[in-house]
C-alpha cells in the first residue's frame, strides 16, 4: 500500500516529490510543493487521496473551541519568518532588526511549529514554550496550542492564505495571547 500511495500522492498536481513511511511512529507523509503550486487546490486533493486508502478519516475529530478568531487583516507579527524545507526537514529562521534565530526541524508540522515558537521567543527576549498540538480542521483552518507556565492559549489562521502564513500567525497569536495571560496573572498575583 505504501508505494502505491506515495505513487497516486505523486501524481497530484502541484505535488514536486512525496515520501512515506507509515511503519515508524516517527514516520510521516512528507509532502513537497512544487512552486507556485495552488496550496489549497493540492491539499484538498491530498485529503481525498488519504481518506480513499484509509490513512485518513473522513470526519476527523474537531480541536478544542478557538480561544482566538484568527489572525485579522491587521495582525502584526512583529517579526519576520523564514520557513524553508530541506534535505530531511526546514529551517526556521525569525528575525527582528537587531536578532535573527534559526532552527533545523524535522517536517513535521508539531516540529516546525515548535522550532518558529523557539526561534521566536528567543528573538523576543521570552521564555520558550512548548507547543503541545497542531492540527487542520476541515475548514482549513489551522491551529497551534501551546502551553506557557500551565496555560494553555492557542491561535489559528487560514491555510488559504499559504502554510508559512498560516503557521507564523497561528504561534504568533498564541504566544502574544500566552504573554497577556501569563502577564494578567503575575498582575493579580502581586496586587
Known sequence: MTSSLAIRLEEIPG????????????????????????ETSVMDTLRSVLVAYGVRS???????????????????????????????????????????????VAATPTA????????????IGRIPVEVVRVGVDDSGT?????????????????VDVGWENALTGSVGMALQTSVLDVADKKLAVST
Do not use: M, Y
Request: aromatic share 4%; net charge negative.
Open 58 to 104: 473522513p470526519s476527523p475529530p474537531k480541536l478544542r473551541p478557538h480561544r482566538s478568531s484568527g489572525p485579522s487583516a491587521d495582525f502584526d507579527p512583529g517579526v519576520d519568518v523564514e520557513i524553508t524545507p530541506i534535505d530531511g526537514g526546514a529551517r526556521v529562521e525569525v528575525a527582528t532588526t537587531n536578532v535573527r534565530s534559526f532552527r533545523v
Open 15 to 38: 505535488v514536486a516529490s512525496v515520501a512515506v513511511d507509515l511503519t515508524d511512529s516517527g514516520g510521516g507523509i512528507n509532502v513537497r510543493l512544487e512552486p507556485g503550486a495552488d
Open 112 to 123: 516546525i511549529a515548535q522550532g518558529l515558537a523557539d526561534a521566536w521567543c528567543q528573538v
Open 142 to 158: 489551522l491551529t497551534v496550542l501551546i502551553s506557557n507556565e500551565g496555560q494553555e492559549t492557542q491561535g489559528s489562521a487560514s
